[in-house]
């Protein structure tokens, strides 16, 4: 198989891994010196990959890295189970020991394994509990009782944290993980996901259990000059080339968003012959439109008219003073009083967001693309 110029969606390593020079070495201090980190951003701009990154230049038999992604969760139980699962599986290496550590472990659980087909590196433990009062907490403490006795420190990578903010009853669970694990002091932790708004209600909020937890990391753009030479290094590894000028112009039209700076580029390469131009850019732009067409229409077919023209002002340079008579005439939003509820509900989609104090955005470059070229400009 050939090489493939550039991937996403998917978390990427290696080669494909660019940039974040100080963003490894912000995370592989904390992981080291047991400062729990929280990682925020916009989605599909890399936090997997990062902190993928960072545990592979960090794990040893000192320091176990345990892996779990809470996306699945849909209730605490589910939750500590899956941390159980994780955190018995970074620390025992073979299978034996994982039976052997779950037992004594969690002795007072009676832990059911669910093995998959390769046991070597797959199973999953669902827990009975027997006395459910304290089982919670119980589970919670495993890491740190566990690093305790075999004398290692820990890191616990947690993706998806915000969907404990779903779960019922959310605000006790938190206070519950929070009250636990500011205690440990073998164990750390660090939680990311990809619902901006949800993770800062979570991290942001003083009234909170998990306000200021650690050290909060916002993971920024990669800059575009990095993305040219690494789109122009990858085109000329695969026996094409691009002009400096063309990739600029496709981390201009992505705004240097991770994934769609990377999918757009794929696309141009697909269209291109030996030498890109610009015509190849245009239509690989097309391409990125009817790609992501399936996924604009479910996110915004039930938004009301007043959402839509919110999102249109938006787009059109408007990114504070919504209440002003003008720009209420002029997008057609209603009232003033309108104005709060439709950021509330466009935030809580996660189809705007606050870049700055008092700036507000469209999330997604590309959905503000679309709407233009395909919803607007056809009324
Ligand atoms: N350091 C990087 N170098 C090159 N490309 C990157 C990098 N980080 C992210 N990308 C691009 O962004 C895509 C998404 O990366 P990743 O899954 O790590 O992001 P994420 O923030 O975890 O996404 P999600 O919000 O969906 O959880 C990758 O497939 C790749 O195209
Ligand atoms: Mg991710």
Redesign the pocket.
Known sequence: MSTLP???????EGD?????IDETKRLVANFQHGINTIII??????????VEKVVSLTASNEMRIAKMDAFGCRSEREFVDAFATAVIRATSTKWEEWVENAKSFLSRFSPKFTISQDPQTSFSVSLEYTQPNHAIEDILELPEMIAKQKQIDMVICI??FQQIGEFPDSLTFQKKLRSVWQLQSHVHYCL???KKHMMEKIFLNRHYPFYQFGDLMY?KK?KREEWVS?ICDRFAQTGKHISNDLAQQICAVTEDY??Y???LAWLVWLQTDKETNAEDLSRGINSLLDANEALFIQQTENLSEYQMNFLKAIYSGIHTGFTQQSVLQVFHLGTSANITKLKKALQEKDLITLSAPNHLDLSDPILGLWLKQRVWMKN
């Open positions: 550039f991937v996403f969606g998917v978390k990427v494909m891994f660019t940039d974040r951003s916009p989605r599909r701009m890399g936090k997997t990959s990062l993706d998806e990311y996901g990809s993971l990669i690494f991770s994934s700076v990377q999918q």
